[in-house]
């Protein structure tokens, strides 16, 4: 709570968690390989939402988030962005 009241987007990647992830990525593994994609694109931190329907990354300022959205999109990923705060 104290990385998102800060605005502290390390914090709040190094936070996240899914106890659902481990199964997911075991029952489909293009999930993990789309989760590490968007790491070694510049997230810091990426987790499959709730149960699944989506996954998200954080990234720490607004740039890197349209630098990884481009990389994603040119590797003919479905992106979506938002802003912290």
Do not use: Y
Request: proline letters at 4%.
């Amino acid at each position: 709570i104290a990385a998102l009241v800060q605005g502290d987007p390390a914090g709040i990647a190094a936070s996240l968690t899914n106890d659902l992830q481990v199964t997911a990525f075991r029952l489909l593994p293009e999930l993990a390989l789309l989760r590490d994609k968007m790491l070694a694109a510049g997230c810091l931190g990426a987790l499959l939402s709730g149960s699944g329907s989506a996954l998200f990354g954080i990234c720490p300022d607004e740039e890197t988030a349209s630098k990884v959205e481009q990389r994603l999109q040119h590797q003919g990923l479905w992106t979506w962005s938002g802003k912290m705060g």
